[in-house]
């Protein structure tokens, strides 16, 4: 099994290149995020002890935690988001880990996952390869506020706080241009799985 890691900066494009991997050539497609989302639910790993360190305020009437309350409180607290980043990403990982063994097992041929913080987290130590998804900043940034209506001063913020492209270009092994058409990223990516002898489902 061929495992591949995504990172990149935010509005990069790194939803539309996983959708392409999995329409297109059958990847079984990870997102590390989503995969937290999945573990704060009611009787996962991380619900307790989220529940322990913050108290019953962060729940919603269901009984769900409600992610935007928790971002609220370890915004401007470093030492409560350390303490919840302890609860998760041991967990988050330890899911991965698990799910890369059950679809090897499976057969499948290629894994994806994708992670804000790929690098940061060491999840490239268990990918074969790590494909930096590029975007200028100013391509970006149109692309969030028409997409998710940030302003300017929130997209500025959230650039701060990530990896700069030149960290990203020096440690990815590879990196797909994706500030033009989509149909220009389809063709390095298709190059790319060429190389690696990855076939497409559908002729």
Partial sequence: MKIIGITGGVGAGKSTVLNYLKGTYGACVLQADQVGHLLM?????????????????????????????????????????????????????????????RQKEAGTELFVLEAALLLEDEYDAICDEVWYIYADEETRKRRLMASRGYSEEKIQGIFDSQMSSSDFFTYCDRAVDNCNSFQEACGEIDDVMAQLGIEKIHK
């Fill in 41 to 101: 639910r009611p009787g996962e790993s991380c619900y307790g002890p989220m529940v322990e360190l913050f108290g019953r305020e962060i729940l919603r009437e269901d009984g769900t935690i409600d992610r935007k309350k928790v971002g609220g409180i370890v915004f401007s607290n470093d030492r409560l988001l350390k303490k919840l980043n302890n609860i998760i990403h041991p967990q988050v990982k330890k899911y991965i880990f698990q799910e890369i063994s």
